[in-house]
């Protein structure tokens, strides 16, 4: 029998470059996101198998290269490259220790 989807909320995240709890991570209510709701974002589900520590995402190559093209197209170019943001969501998969499954969330916003 399957389980329902009950994502868990990762007790780390990372914002403006740095790895934070998840406490943190908060933006100003003066950002073009706050102010005018320009903001880019995108999703993942991150699954774990029960009978093992493997972990695996759902199309996240997809998802990131899809976040990147909307970024563009709003004109708001990202400070980190795709390859980096990958390498950033393996870092904080391998930092969580809560019991998946995981619903990953990507923003993108402008600080002015």
Same mark, same amino acid.
């Given at each position: /029998?399957? =389980? $329902? +989807? @009950?994502?868990?909320? /990762? ?11 998840? *406490?943190?991570? =908060?933006?100003s %209510? ?18 774990? =198998? ?5 972990? +695996? ?5 997809? #998802?990131? *290269?899809?976040?990147?093209? @909307?970024?563009?197209?709003?004109? /708001? $170019?990202?400070? #980190?490259? %795709?390859?980096?943001?990958?390498? %950033?969501? #393996? ?7 809560? $019991?998946? $499954? +995981?619903a990953? =969330? %990507?923003f993108?916003?402008? *600080?002015?």
């Amino acid at each position: /029998m399957s =389980r $329902p +989807w @009950s994502p868990v909320l /990762m007790s780390t995240g990372w914002l403006a470059g740095q790895f934070c709890g998840a *406490d943190q991570l =908060r933006i100003s %209510v003066g950002t073009s996101a706050v102010r005018y709701g320009v903001v880019v974002f995108d999703g993942s589900r991150l699954y774990q =198998r029960q009978d093992s520590a493997e972990r +695996w995402f759902v199309a996240l190559t997809k #998802h990131l *290269d899809r976040f990147a093209q @909307s970024c563009a197209y709003l004109e /708001m $170019p990202l400070s #980190h490259s %795709v390859a980096c943001l990958r390498s %950033v969501i #393996h870092e904080l998969v391998q930092r969580c220790s809560e $019991p998946g $499954p +995981w619903a990953l =969330r %990507v923003f993108g916003y402008a *600080d002015a």
